[in-house]
C-alpha cells in the first residue's frame, strides 16, 4: 500500500526526524488536535478500563445532531477507511465501476470482494472534471456499485449537487449503488450544502462516507463514518460488523462536533488565506500546471521537462519537505503531484525549496 | 451482540451512572491503565496530526523482543477480535469446527465467510475440561479450520501444551489449520511456557491470536496482535489489509510492553492473592459450584432451583453489580454465570451483595 503521511518510512529510509518532516503528502488539517478534543482525552484516559459502547450511541447521536441525520442511518468505523470496506463487503457487487485517479482503497476493497472492476477514467483535456452525461451513458451499462470521491482525490475537483442528482436518479432507478466518499467536504465552508448526506434518506442507494481524520487534524485517531438508509446494506453490515471498531477516545468525538466551534471558523479562515497565497506562489513559479482545487490540497502537473516527480520528491527529501508522487494513480504519470496547504510558515518553505531545487 | 462489558447500556436502562458500576462481567485488570502508558497517551496527543506508521515497525519489534517472534510473522490488529476476524477471512475456511462453549465472535467471523460450521461440545461432566483425544477423532473427519480458546472463556479451563502436541501435529498434518485464541493466557505467570505463539514458527497451520486488551486493562484503547508463519495466509492478510487500523497511541504500545515490568508483577500477586480469597468466600456461600479456573475470572453454575442467572443478574443491578449470565453461550444454560476477579474491595462487595440476595 502506497499512501502519503508515511512520515514513519522517512524517517527510517533518510534518517530525518519525524518532527523535522514537513508533510505535503497528507492532507491535514494543520491546526492540529482541536483544543475541546485534548482536554477529552486527558480526561478520559482512565476510561479505557472499559470497553466502549458497542453501539456507539452517544456518538452517533452528536453526528446526527451536527449533519441532521437519523441516527440509525449512522455506521461508524475506524477511520473513513474502514467505513468504506465495511460499506463494500455489505453491498458485494459483483461488478464496479470506480472513478479514476481516485483514492487507491476503493479497488483495494472491491478486490477483496471479489468484484470484477470497471475503471471510469477523468480526462486531462477536460481538467478532470466529471463529465455527468457522460458517466450516465457509461453507467447505464448496469453495475452493481459505481464509486466516486467528491471534492475527488488528488485531483480536487467538486462535483456539485445539482449535477450528481441525475447520477443518483439512475443509479436509484437501475438498483444500482452509488457510493461517494465525501472525506474532504469539509474542507467547503458551504460543504453541507454540496454534500449529498442528507440525501441518503430518501435515496436508498446512495452511500455517504465521511472521514474525522482531515478537518480535525487526527489521523492517528480514527473515526469515520458512513451513511445509509438500504434496509438490506445496514442488516448487512450489522450482521458482519466486528465489535468495539471505535476506540473509547474516538467514540467520545462527539462532544468535540457539538462543542468546539471556534475550530471549524478557524480553519476556514486559514484555508481562504493560505489557499489564495500559496497557489499565488506557485503560479509565480511558472513550473506547474495548477488545476483548480476545492479541497485542503493542490493537485498540479509538472510543466517542465527536465525533472519527473519521483527526482523532485526525492530533491524536496533533501529539503525535509514530503510531497505526494501522484504517480501510482490510475491515469496519472510521473509529472503529477499533490501537495496539501499547510500554515503560511510551511507553505513559504515549500515554495523557498521549490525555488531552490529549479534554481529560479 | 451480546457481549460482557457494556456498562453503558447499563447506564441507560437502568440509569446507574458507569462510574458506579461494579463490572464483573468483562475480565479487566482491576490495576487499571498502566502509569507508561498514562504518560505515553499525555505526551503523544500532538502526533495524533500524523497518520500511524501503516506498517508498525515499532510496535511488531516490541512484540516480537516481548515474546520471542519473527516480526515477519506478526499481524497487529484493532482489538484481539479484529485479528481474529481477519485471520478466518484469510483462511476463508469451507468447514469450521468450533470448540464450544466459547466466545461468539469466532462463530460470527466464520459466518461471515460462509462458512460450514460444526460445533464441538466440552461436557458438563467431564468439568468443560478438553478430551483432546475425542477432539482428535473428531478433526480425523476432516476441517479447514479448528478453532478453540485457550485459557477457555467462558469456563477457564486451561489445555496444556503436552496435550495440545497431538492436535497441532495432526492438524498440520491434515492441512486443517488450528485457530487458537489466547486472549487470556498472560495471567497465567508461566503462561509463556504453555502458550504456543513461538511454535507457530515451525507449524505454519498454527495461528495465535492474543488480546492486550484484559492484561493491560486497557480495552478502550483496541490492540491485539496474531502470529502465523503460513505464506499463503500471510499474503492474503496483506491483500484485504484494512490500511491503519490500530491508533496512534496503541501503536505506541510497544513501550509499555518492553519497559513496563512492575505492572505485570502486581498483576500476578493481586490475581494469586485475590483469586484465593474469592474462591474460598464465593465456595463458603455454598450457593455455587465452581469450576477451577486458570485465567481471572470464574466460572460458576448456580446450585439454588429457586433462582436463575437472568434473575440473580437483574438482583445483583440492584447493587450496582454487573454479572455476565452466560445462558447465550452454546451448551450452556441459565445457571451459568462468570464472574471477573476484581480487587479486594469489589470481590468484597460481591459476596456481600450475594449474601444479601440469598439471604445468607
Not at 462543542?259 to 479562515?269: C, L, P
Not at 510521473?334 to 534554481?359: C, E, G, H, P, T
Request: aromatic share 10%.
Amino acid at each position: 500500500m502506497i499512501h502519503g503521511g508515511n512520515v514513519s518510512e522517512i524517517e527510517k529510509e533518510y534518517g530525518i526526524s519525524r518532527k523535522e518532516i514537513l508533510d505535503f503528502s497528507a492532507n491535514i488539517n494543520p491546526l492540529g488536535v482541536p483544543e475541546t478534543l485534548k482536554k477529552i482525552l486527558v480526561n478520559t484516559i482512565s476510561d479505557l478500563i472499559n470497553y466502549p459502547d458497542i453501539n456507539y450511541d452517544d456518538l452517533k447521536n452528536a453526528i446526527g445532531e451536527k449533519y441532521k441525520l437519523s441516527q440509525d442511518h449512522i455506521y461508524v468505523g475506524n477511520g473513513g477507511v474502514q467505513v468504506i470496506f465495511d460499506f463494500i463487503r455489505a453491498v458485494k457487487p459483483k461488478k464496479s465501476l470506480v472513478v479514476h485517479p481516485t483514492f487507491a482503497e476503493y479497488e483495494r476493497a472491491l478486490q477483496g470482494v471479489e468484484s470484477k472492476i470497471e475503471e471510469y477514467q477523468l480526462k486531462e483535456e477536460s481538467e478532470f472534471l466529471l463529465n455527468v452525461e457522460d458517466l450516465l451513458q457509461k453507467i447505464d451499462e448496469g453495475y452493481d456499485l459505481v464509486v466516486l470521491c467528491n471534492p475527488n482525490n488528488p485531483t480536487g475537483t467538486l462535483t456539485s449537487k445539482e449535477k450528481l442528482k441525475p447520477l443518483m436518479e439512475l443509479c436509484q432507478k437501475k438498483g444500482t449503488f452509488l457510493l461517494i466518499d465525501e472525506a474532504f467536504m469539509d474542507f467547503i465552508e458551504a460543504g453541507e450544502e454540496i454534500s449529498l448526506l442528507t440525501d441518503c434518506k430518501d435515496w436508498d442507494h446512495l452511500l455517504i462516507t465521511r472521514s474525522f481524520t482531515k478537518f480535525y487534524g487526527i489521523p492517528g485517531l480514527r473515526l469515520g463514518f458512513g451513511v445509509c438508509s438500504h434496509h438490506g446494506v445496514l442488516n448487512q453490515l450489522n450482521k458482519q460488523m466486528i465489535p468495539w471498531t471505535v476506540n473509547t477516545f474516538a467514540s467520545n468525538f462527539g462532544k468535540v462536533l457539538l462543542e468546539e466551534t471556534s475550530y471549524e471558523d478557524s480553519t476556514y479562515q486559514w484555508l481562504k488565506n493560505e489557499k489564495a497565497y500559496f497557489i499565488n506562489e506557485l503560479e509565480k513559479l511558472g513550473l506547474f500546471k495548477i488545476y483548480q482545487s476545492s479541497a485542503n490540497y493542490i493537485f498540479m502537473k509538472l510543466l517542465n521537462d527536465e525533472i519527473d516527480v519521483k527526482t523532485l520528491r526525492e530533491e524536496l527529501i533533501k529539503h525535509h519537505i514530503l510531497i505526494r508522487d501522484c504517480s501510482n494513480f490510475k491515469g496519472l504519470d510521473n509529472r503529477f503531484l499533490r501537495i496539501a496547504i499547510k500554515d503560511f510558515k510551511a507553505n513559504q518553505r515549500m515554495i523557498q525549496a521549490l525555488k531552490s531545487v529549479f534554481n529560479c
